[in-house]
């Protein structure tokens, strides 16, 4: 028995595929996909959210000083001269950091290995910013299934495929 579905393809246009789907599921909570594909999905993104669940309060907050630029009514930096040059102005502020435990930074990492970086693109493209999906998996996706032993998502036939009758599904995160 396989312990695996090789989904006709090679190993490493297949690491990509379950990668790219992986990503795509935990950004968006649902995506459409083959059946095989989705069980194959499925057994990585529930390890990755079962690893967020159990290191998801395993960090200390920790205040730290930090220097801050000052900024002015427009929001630009207040510049002084010294010794001719200008020079950007800064103050020290205290702030409240969550600073991860080792087995905390060691389960993020590990998830970085899987997940690709996302950028969600606005109406322009000065809008455009960058998605922390780890930082999302800890913060809003762990605390939901805190109570929870496995079983994060659900897979949903829709039917089959116009083009080559494949098994269509909707995998979701419950």
Same mark, same amino acid.
């Given at each position: 028995m396989a312990k695996y579905r090789k989904l006709g393809r090679t190993s490493s246009q297949r690491k990509a595929l379950i990668r790219s789907q992986v990503t795509a599921l935990l950004h968006n909570g649902r995506i459409i996909t083959t059946e095989a594909r989705a069980k194959e999905v499925r057994k990585v #993104?529930? %390890?990755l959210i079962a690893a967020a669940v159990k290191e998801c309060d395993n960090f200390e !907050?920790?205040? /730290?000083?930090?220097? /801050?630029?000052? =900024? *002015?009514?427009e929001g630009k930096r207040v510049k002084e001269v010294v010794d001719g040059k200008k020079v950007t102005v800064y103050d020290e /502020?205290?702030?409240?950091?969550k600073k991860d435990m080792p087995s905390r930074l060691h389960a993020r990492r590990e998830m970085l290995k899987v997940l690709y970086p996302? +950028? !969600? +693109? %606005? #109406?322009? =493209?000065? *809008?455009t910013q960058k998605v922390d999906l780890v930082d999302k998996l800890f913060t809003e996706i762990a605390p939901k299934y805190k109570d929870r032993n496995g079983g994060y998502t659900r897979i949903v036939k829709i039917g089959l495929r116009k083009g080559d009758g494949a098994m269509e599904v909707v &995998? !979701? &995160?419950v």
């Open positions: #993104a529930e %390890g !907050e920790v205040t /730290v000083k930090a220097k /801050v630029a000052r =900024k *002015d009514s /502020v205290e702030k409240t950091i996302v +950028t !969600e +693109t %606005g #109406a322009k =493209k000065k *809008d &995998l !979701e &995160l």
